[in-house]
């Protein structure tokens, strides 16, 4: 009788240490996974045709940004920023991109309080899988350092 419980007991000891290992093998696979994948060739392609049609106006068809783009236009507003390796967009984690992208750069919630520019809110315009494929896209002109770099920044953002 007692060898029938350490066995169940062994069974279930055995299991929960695979369950546990499995777990955390998800959650670091999860964590390392992003809705903007550059690697993914498909929507990198679709976030390109996207982009040059709704974003390459601002931003640049080389993802260059406007001219003197850390100045404030005579209006107040910023110019639009650089989505290459020269600009900031990899400093910020992809939910935040997402955001801004959808609605908006909205201040006190995207920006600082009182900030003006000029970016509209997406949401109505492009569905939620064009703005990641965007987001792909303009990840995917990225050298693989910057790459690495905004991985960790997204990392960070979801331990908070």
């Not at 498909?42 to 940004?65: D, M, N």
């Not at 850390?70 to 992809?94: I, L, V, Y």
């Not at 997402?98 to 919630?109: D, E, N, S, V, W």
Request: aromatic letters at 10%.
């Amino acid at each position: 009788m007692s060898s029938v419980r350490n066995r169940i007991g062994v069974g279930l000891l055995a299991t929960s240490f695979a369950f546990l290992i499995g777990a955390i093998l998800v959650a670091q696979w999860s964590d390392e996974k992003s809705l903007a994948d550059p690697e993914n060739a498909a929507p990198v392609a679709r976030g390109k045709s996207v982009y040059a049609q709704h974003c390459a106006s601002c931003h640049g068809a080389r993802l260059e940004g406007q001219a003197h783009w850390r100045e404030k236009f005579p209006n107040g507003h910023m110019p639009a920023p650089p989505h290459d390796a020269s600009g900031h967009t990899w400093h910020h984690p992809d939910s935040v991109l997402f955001g801004i992208t959808k609605q908006g750069l909205i201040p006190g919630k995207y920006a600082p309080p009182k900030y003006e520019s000029d970016m509209p809110a997406f949401a109505g315009v492009l569905s939620d899988e064009e703005i990641w494929a965007v987001l792909a896209f303009i990840k995917h002109s990225w050298p693989e350092k910057i790459r690495k770099a905004q991985a960790e920044v997204n990392r960070d953002y979801q331990r908070r």
